[in-house]
């Protein structure tokens, strides 16, 4: 974002197979943005689409005994379609086969060329078909591809190549001076680490002789464009690169969105080629992790893919959207299953905003005969929500601003959680039975559907469709005036507007299993310590901590090294490696021992102890039976 101006991206995606849970995280991350930055009233692009070249389309249409082209058709077709089902409102859906990105590669290309940075040249080593890509031998895991456990071809061919090498230096200089141009800092660290290395020029042409589906070079009819030097190039197409409007207006303030997996083309493929070319880099690159299933990267290749869509259909499409943006920290990976998806829409969604959305207006309704009352005489005791909601939006921003759209969602459930104990502690219900109380009984479902009208524009960019059900009740004609700038005072809504209840929006739902939980054997009770005293007691510190990464520590089969967030990150190492592995572990919130003197086991620094019990089969962690507040105190 520069200025008034967002611009957002996604990678274009392969047209290899049909679109999973994967994609759809990384679009609706995309989609947030865009929302949330149209919020803002700043003017907003949003690029989506497919990338519909090389060997693996080459491979997949073969298999579906079809041209390379109608085989791109209709997979492309499935991604458009999918789009407008999770509300993705994208300006532009762009494919690499669409005759103006053509033009634009070639020129490009031609550019690069024609300044001598392009070179005929000939390349042994090993290649994945699915990376569409050549490795060094210290790059493969046991001999494999990391992305996906296959053996790479070895190859031998002449082709065309990029001198990426000649910007090595350049890149690394920009990144030190632009600490913020890759993030999370882990993936910056990662892209240095990987540029220590001397930087190998990159093959960018196959030979007709083996692959005809792709862009033939301008320079060269008997060769095709490489995948990436084509693929890379559509955040330049989709907004009129190098003489359109948009180009001049959004290319500044572009922000890319991608996976882990493609980090190095992203990170150094591409902004090499554009330094080659004469453009400016793009502001930021913004790099998620993987959802896992069963400990395993969700992946085409893998067949282990879960459709957004099946999900979508079974549950609701904002709760869907919630539980991706809620449940994954922005750069580390996360687990998927069923079972925490339905507890975060039975506990955040049902109990926590659908409540206080159905006891606000039933209140509403029911006090001020279906009318916005007026706000007369606000006491200290009303003051919680003004300063919460102040506090709320600020956080809100500073998550946006720093890609850690997880901490917004945090912190506008703190809102939501405040409200619902200001109806408790109100008793609103008490105050009905007097007509003496009918000011004070107003002016409390005044505060409370404002903090209804303020938590509904926090939450529209995640859950447009819930957001507009809230303001439709509210009284508000199809969200007028419902951005930010109206969350700068308290007061926003209208006094005299009519009210309408309307259904449950998130009715709780259960998660249906075949199988019957069998009943453990009773355990063995060990004795219970000395009494102590409730001073002594009151010494430890329990908080909620969520674990945000693991790994084992080497030459133990038991110590498991955690990070783990409560009031910022800190490093906990516990024994549960044999009962937990590092998959298993990330992503839960744990009760930790927060000021436990720091310790050191196998040389490794522990700040804090996590706490677990024994079952039959081992340990297992203490947890909740509703998400808590990250840091929260252990009463």
């Known amino acids: 974002m520069t200025g008034n101006t967002f611009y957002i991206t996604t990678p274009i995606y392969y047209v290899n197979a049909s679109p999973h849970i994967g994609h759809a995280y990384t679009t609706i991350i995309a989609d947030v943005l865009a929302r949330y930055h149209r919020l803002h009233g700043r003017r907003t692009f949003f690029l989506t689409g497919t990338d519909e070249h090389g060997d693996k389309i080459a491979e997949a249409a073969r298999k579906a005994e079809v041209t390379p082209q109608a085989y791109a058709d209709r997979i492309s077709a499935q991604f458009r379609a999918l789009w407008p089902e999770l509300a993705v409102t994208q300006d532009y859906f762009i494919r690499t086969t669409d005759a103006n990105h053509v033009e634009t590669v070639r020129r ?34 046991d001999g494999k591809c990391p992305q996906h456990e296959t053996v790479p071809e070895h190859r031998k061919e002449s082709n065309y190549f990029f001198r990426m090498g000649k910007y ?88 890319h969105l991608i996976a882990k997996d493609i980090l190095k083309p992203h990170g150094i493929y591409w902004p090499t080629m554009l330094k080659a070319a004469g453009i400016e880099p793009y502001r930021h690159l913004n790099v998620h992790g993987y959802w896992n299933i069963e400990k395993s990267k969700m992946s085409k290749s893998l067949g282990n893919v879960v459709r957004p869509l099946d999900l979508k259909d079974k549950y609701g499409l904002d709760p869907f959207r919630y539980f991706l943006l809620r449940d994954m920290v922005f750069g580390l990976d996360s687990t998927f299953s069923e079972e925490a998806f339905v507890q975060r829409i039975n506990s955040d969604l049902a109990n926590d905003l659908g409540n206080l959305v159905s006891r606000t207006m039933t209140m509403a309704v029911k006090y001020t005969i279906g009318r916005v009352p007026e706000a007369r005489v606000a006491v200290d005791e009303d003051r919680i929500l003004w300063e919460t909601a102040s506090r709320t939006i600020a956080e809100v921003e500073a998550g946006f601003a720093e890609m850690a759209p997880h901490k917004a969602l945090i912190a506008i459930w703190e809102f939501i959680n405040v409200t619902n104990k200001y109806i408790v502690e109100r008793e609103p219900w008490v105050l009905a039975k007097d007509p003496a109380n009918r000011g004070r009984l107003e002016t409390i479902v005044y505060h409370l559907l404002e903090a209804l009208r303020i938590t509904s524009v926090l939450v529209s960019p995640f859950m447009p469709g819930s957001a507009a059900k809230i303001q439709e009740q509210l009284g508000i004609a199809d969200g007028a005036g419902q951005d930010f700038a109206s969350l700068a005072n308290w007061g926003g809504l209208k006094a005299g507007s009519e009210l309408k209840r309307g259904e449950s929006l998130f009715p709780r739902v259960e998660l249906k299993t075949d199988q019957a939980r069998p009943e453990s054997p009773k355990a063995e009770v060990p004795p219970i310590k000395p009494e102590i005293t409730y001073e002594e007691f009151e010494k430890i510190d329990l908080r909620a901590a969520k674990v945000i990464a693991a790994e084992r520590v080497p030459k133990s089969s038991k110590l498991l090294k955690l990070t783990v967030e409560i009031d910022g990150e800190r490093q906990i190492v516990a024994g549960m490696g044999k009962d937990y592995t590092p998959e298993e572990i990330v992503g839960k919130t744990i009760v930790v021992v927060a000021n ?13 102890m996590l706490l677990a019990t024994d079952t039959e089969e081992g340990l297992t962690l203490l947890g909740f039976d509703r998400p808590p507040k990250t840091g929260a105190k252990i009463h």
């Open 168 to 255: 090595q230096d350049w890149l690394i200089q920009h990144i030190q001076d632009h600490p913020d141009f890759i993030r999370p800092e882990r993936y910056r660290n990662e892209v240095l680490a990987f540029l220590r290395d001397p930087l190998e020029d990159l093959c960018i042409s196959r030979p007709k002789s083996r692959l005809t589906w792709g862009m033939t070079l301008p320079f060269d009819d008997n060769y095709v464009t490489y995948v990436w030097f084509d693929a890379l190039i559509n955040y330049l197409t989709g907004i009129g690169y190098p003489d359109g409007d948009n180009f001049r207006t959004f290319w500044p303030a572009a922000e």
């Open 596 to 608: 436990l003197k720091p310790a050191k086991l196998m040389g490794i620094e522990s700040r804090g």
């Open 108 to 141: 490009i290309l031609q550019k690069v060329h024609d300044s001598g940075d392009i070179y005929f040249g000939q390349y042994e080593g090993f290649y994945c078909v699915g990376c569409e890509r050549f490795y060094m031998d210290k790059e493969l895991v």
